[in-house]
């Protein structure tokens, strides 16, 4: 190691994520609606920076026409939008010819079920979890339609997680496909995307993965997770509401066209019917903005580093951040005599900023109701992962409470969380 990697090395984890600075480029922080709470939906939706906000406002007010043309608005409408494609490409290591901008996740895997059923034929199974948000389950189930039979790889209640063995134990030579989360948005278990890929694949199957509750915590490698297909949700990703999917490039060119006739063998654009939203995705580039920007605020200039090293390192004070403020939300739950937390109940790299919990003698409702009136943010109920509330033995209707944070929750944000739970 030359000297200057060393000093560079131990410059970089002397360095912690400067949570004021990053809320500072949050606009949201400093609005009525917003400032005085205690924010935990972020699985649900995360606030977006000034950067995603300014890239929106530029397009909409100096391109806001058909890109495509040579005249300047339309020529900026198309440079902008390939921004955003761009960002969204680098952000998790894909090709943007790959990636497919829809409404949301939900859309854009139904979309992709549809796209993928003609390879689907009677006696083909269909591994899907119990663990997964709905939006990873009903669009593969419904493939029965094509003669297909659904296998179930379920997790472990106690763990939260899902095991290899368990998924091994649904693989035969029949399987096409096997969908699973890359964590899930109630047990906040990480999965190991990097070992379950290859068992797939060993059988003969696609991958298909959900990438929605991991993609704000920690930095995607498409590439290296090899998935024939990883979604996620950029709004919640602190930028615009869209849902990007990565499809590999030998699946695009099998897939059946969704859209007009005559696009046909467009790639990415063929399942993609209607398009993407044109201003959204231009604002996608003001995610990178921000993240290039945490850069610069902490590390410096970086010009002597690859744009991927600095997103990683940005990443990285995240996830030590995200890390902390987990631990010590399971540390205060864990004390308190009447709740149980659900999942993993220690911060690591298997377990995600994403806690839910229960109450032994209240609602989740009343808990929730109860936080709010104290202006903590935070919500009850099964977010459509319904099946993985069945598993728990939980009433999915009242289902769990969830708290869920990102690289901007402070320490205070959980101390008023934790003052205020109901004994
Ligand atoms: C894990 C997970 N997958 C999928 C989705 C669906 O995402 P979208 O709202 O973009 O359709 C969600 C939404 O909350 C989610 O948490």
């Known amino acids: 190691m030359t000297d200057s990697i060393a000093a560079a090395g131990a410059e970089a984890a002397a360095v ?14 400093s609005t009525d609606t917003c400032a005085d709470w205690a924010f935990f939906e972020n699985a649900g939706g995360a606030y977006v920076p ?48 790959a990636l497919v901008l829809g ?10 079920a549809n796209a993928l059923s003609m390879l689907i034929e009677s006696g083909d199974e269909v591994v899907v979890t119990n663990l997964d948000h709905e939006a990873n389950v009903t669009p593969w189930r419904r493939l029965t339609r094509r003669g ?7 997790f472990d209640p106690e763990t939260g997680a899902l095991s290899l063995e368990g998924l091994e134990a649904v693989l035969s030579e029949n399987t096409r496909l096997v969908c699973f989360p890359h964590a899930s948005n109630i047990t906040g278990a990480i999965c190991d995307v990097r070992a379950a890929v290859p068992l797939a694949h060993e059988a003969g199957a ?5 990438g929605v509750s991991h993609a704000p915590h920690g930095l995607v490698d498409v590439a290296a997770l090899d998935a024939d297909a990883y979604a996620f949700s950029a709004y919640k990703v602190f930028g615009p509401h869209v849902g990007v999917l990565a499809v590999r490039h030998g699946l695009l060119a ?12 467009t790639g990415a654009l063929a399942i993609n019917p209607g398009g993407p939203n044109h201003e959204l995705t231009a604002a996608l580039a003001g995610i990178t903005d921000y993240l290039d920007d945490l850069y610069r605020h902490h590390f410096g200039d970086g010009s002597d580093r690859s744009a991927r090293d600095r997103v990683k390192a940005v990443f990285g004070l995240f996830e030590d951040h995200q890390h902390a403020v987990t631990a010590r939300l399971l540390a205060g739950l864990s004390a ?12 690591g790299p298997h377990r995600s900023p994403t806690v839910a919990f229960v109450h032994d003698r209240l609602p989740s409702r009343m808990v929730a109701e109860h936080l709010r009136h104290q202006r903590v943010a935070v919500r009850h109920g099964h977010f459509y992962a319904w099946r993985c509330l069945q598993a728990l033995g939980l009433d999915p209707d009242d289902g769990v409470v969830r708290a869920s944070m990102v690289h901007y929750t402070s320490g205070e944000d959980v101390d008023r969380l934790l003052a205020h739970l109901p004994e």
Do not use: C
Not at 16 to 22: I, S
Not at 103 to 112: C, E, G, K, S
Not at 254 to 265: D, I, P, S, T, V
């Open 50 to 97: 000034r950067a995603v906000i300014d890239r929106l406002v530029r397009f909409m007010t100096a391109a806001k026409v058909q890109p495509g043309a040579p005249y300047p608005a339309s020529a900026l409408a198309t440079e902008m939008m390939a921004e955003g494609t761009n960002a969204m490409a680098a952000l998790i290591n894909a090709q943007a010819e």
């Open 103 to 112: 409404a949301d996740t939900t859309t854009t895997l139904h979309v992709l």
């Open 336 to 347: 308190h005599p009447s709740i149980h937390v659900i999942g993993p109940r220690e911060a």
């Open 148 to 154: 297909a039979t659904v296998r179930e790889w379920r």
């Open 16 to 29: 912690t994520l400067d949570v004021d600075a990053a809320r500072a480029r949050f606009p949201a922080f």
């Open 254 to 265: 099998r897939l059946e066209n969704q859209n007009h006739m005559f696009l046909a063998g």
């Open 206 to 210: 696609l991958a298909v993965v959900d």
